[in-house]
């Protein structure tokens, strides 16, 4: 690798005997920590140039918009990164540019990343350390039998009611980044986009963000769907999925594309924004041709990016490095679900990204008798106002598992499918708020019932709302789907075009 010897020679243990002398700054303590030790290590290369949103046309239908604002994301990361792109690529270095957030990947040795700190175009350089996710199992063995019923959750927010009044998620398409999906699932093989019926096409339908490791039924850069935990597939279930009167989502008629975004349940700040950058703009199974038109409506994000194990003991990455991505799909139009985390029941427990984000539409778990789950994390979270935004139903959730079988998870994962599900729903029956992801969240907020709940946090009192409790409440998709009509038809009424 000339790139180290070109531009610093320095030995790794001359690096930490020196801690980085003028690359201090740039290098964060837990990447300094790797380096010191010697060998190869990953790490995230950020730059400070950002593309401004405001500078794309309002007025302009929502692929027009997102086309674009991805046009100013890459000529923006262009002119950041390709001095150093030049140079990575001439010495070997093995490396992944992303311009949804204007970073780069990199895995090399301890002197090839103190070299580019160095650099005077690079901002920082941060670990990409693997964060294992404590997901929830399954409570109990799951079932290969099909339940001819409506979940409770789905019913308890008032579905089947819009069903009946004629949307089902029709025309909407959902996705999620998580440890991926068993696509043929019986609940979920027809709701699949890249399913027409006949064949399946994984093209613009599927991504996998990892890139190495894997195991033997989910290897890395898998060319198909495939789960390797079990999350993924159930909470694509509980927004889509049907298998006849097995009634187990929420919006049955929407069609879903999905990216692995973990491996076996453990992620790097690099996986995630990888699925980021794919969803905002779909792209073959090469990596290439990319397509904003073909972008999901909403995201489901049924994951975190939690502190690091010891003797690591930090969090994930720095607030801005994913919280741009976020941003950035956002901005493009896309209704950004997260689920809060499962610290509770404790104040103050929301505390890592994407759920701590101002753009993500954040969901705590309630029960069946509309009580808050106790794990369910709660606010306020410093900095950011009225977190968690609502809550869901979280707590023993039947949905979908790998094998053909359903089984019944707890937690703010199954929650926040609820509420991608309900979007889906409040867009089948008001098109004119797609690619306003703000508006669909006023309007989500505003029809949410107030669950009764005693507790206090922030000071902010139970019986306010917003609260850092539950938010502005447990969801409502009837009334929210009957609230976007009634503003649909006055966005008519006014002579605008949606």
Known sequence: MRLATTLLRLTPLAIACASFGASAAAIDPPLARALAAGGTVEAIVAFDDRAVPALVDPNADVVARRTAWIAMLR??????????????????VEHRAYWINNTVWVRADAATI???????????????????????????????EAALAVEWGVAKIRAPEVWAAGFTGQGVVVSGQDTGYQ???????????????????????????IHSGGVATCPANSPAPCDDNSHGTHTMGTIVGADGANQIGVAPDARWIGCRNMNS??????????????????????????????????????????????????????????????????????????????GGSSCSTIT??????????????TTSTDAMSSFSSRGPVAGVADKPDVSAPGSNVRSSVPGNGYGAKSGTSMAGPHVAGAAALVLSAAPSLRGHPDQIAAILRATSVHITSTQVCGGVAATTFPNPVQGYGRIDAYAAVQAAIAASDAIYEDGFEP
């Open 265 to 342: 349940g453990t992620g790097t700040p690099q996986t995630y924004i990888d699925c980021m950058q794919w969803l905002l703009a779909p792209t073959d199974l090469a990596g290439g041709n990319p397509d904003p038109a073909k972008a999901p409506d909403v995201i489901n994000n049924s994951w975190g990016c939690p502190e690091a194990p010891p003797p690591t003991g930090e969090n994930c990455t720095p607030t801005t490095i994913l919280q741009s991505a976020v941003d950035a799909l956002v901005d493009g139009g896309i209704f950004f679900v997260a689920s809060a985390g499962n």
């Open 352 to 365: 890592d990204p994407p759920a701590i984000y101002a753009k993500s539409f954040v969901v705590g778990s």
């Open 75 to 92: 000529a923006t990361a262009e002119r950041s990164q390709s001095a150093l792109l030049a140079r990575l690529r001439d010495d070997g």
């Open 114 to 144: 103190a070299a580019i700190a160095q650099r005077d175009d690079v901002a920082a350089v941060y670990a990409n350390a693997p964060m294992r996710q404590s997901l929830p199992p399954l409570e109990g063995a799951p079932s290969n």
């Open 183 to 209: 696509w043929d699932h019986p609940a979920l093989k027809a709701k699949y986009r890249g399913w027409n019926g006949a064949t399946a096409d994984h093209n613009y339908n599927w991504h996998d963000g």
